[in-house]
């Protein structure tokens, strides 16, 4: 079955960049029309989505941070990793890492969450 | 790209209907047919409940449907259950390969 697992730090200083790795079964990333996203939800608030990895490399970052990601994968190890520049307390929140089915738009699985706060 | 604006709260009685509505524009809601729901509970991810406007995947119940009309899209849960409180958020394609997440509901189940 399909399974995502997110791991990181979570505790990070303002300034300092975040690193989180998605580790995943049940699926390559070569399979044609099949992405990994990483989407973020403060305590509390919506839904945010921040960046995704395609089957062929191609790469799409929320406009709004996109000067502060960077994502890219590792298909022998079926890992994802995305990193974010310069955190701030306002980037506090659980990151989700999930599967993106690409032709039709839809998140289909979703990991249990990372936790990430941003204090000093 | 802006939030899809959903309405913050909705409720019903067990076995009654609510319905779910998610307003966006024709750059996103209303130019593709690629709108999905997910409901949340607290401490939990997201699960998929609704993708392509109407579909349900497996293992979802029938209570829960979807439709789209213009820039407006809406989940409908019917015979509402103790279960089904929880927050649903809806998404949206809205072109140059990105999406779009709605504002959130929370649905209180009286």
């Known amino acids: 079955q399909v399974t995502l697992r997110e791991s990181g730090p979570a505790l990070v200083k303002p300034t300092q960049t975040l690193t989180l790795t998605c580790t995943f079964s049940?699926?390559?990333?070569?399979?044609?029309?099949?992405?990994v996203s990483w989407i973020r939800q403060p305590p509390g608030k919506a839904l945010e989505w921040l960046a995704r990895?395609?089957?062929?490399?191609?790469?799409y970052y929320n406009t709004s941070l996109k000067t502060r990601l960077t994502i890219s994968k590792d298909t022998s190890k079926n890992q994802v990793v995305l990193t974010m520049t310069n955190m701030d307390p306002v980037d506090t929140a659980t990151y989700y890492c999930?599967?993106?089915?690409?032709?039709?738009?839809?998140?289909?699985?979703w990991g249990q969450g990372s936790l990430v706060t941003v204090s000093s | 790209q802006s939030a899809l604006t959903q309405p913050p709260s909705a409720s019903g009685s067990p076995g009654q209907s609510v319905t779910i509505s998610c307003t966006g524009t024709?750059?996103?809601?209303?130019?593709?047919?690629?709108v999905s729901w997910y409901q949340q509970h607290p401490g939990k991810a997201p699960k998929l409940m609704i993708y392509?406007?109407?579909k349900r995947p497996s293992g979802v119940p029938d209570r829960f449907s979807g439709s789209k009309s213009g820039n407006t899209a809406s989940l409908t849960v019917s015979g509402l259950q103790a279960e089904d409180e929880a927050d649903y958020y809806c998404?949206?394609?809205?072109?140059?390969?990105?999406?779009?997440f709605g504002t959130g509901t929370k649905v209180t189940v009286l």
């Open positions: 998404s949206s394609y809205a072109g140059s390969n990105m999406g779009v």
């Open positions: 999930v599967r993106l089915v690409v032709e039709d738009y839809y998140f289909d699985y």
């Open positions: 392509e406007v109407t």
């Open positions: 049940g699926f390559s990333l070569t399979t044609s029309g099949l992405s």
């Open positions: 024709s750059s996103d809601v209303g130019g593709y047919n690629y």
């Open positions: 990895i395609d089957w062929d490399d191609d790469k």
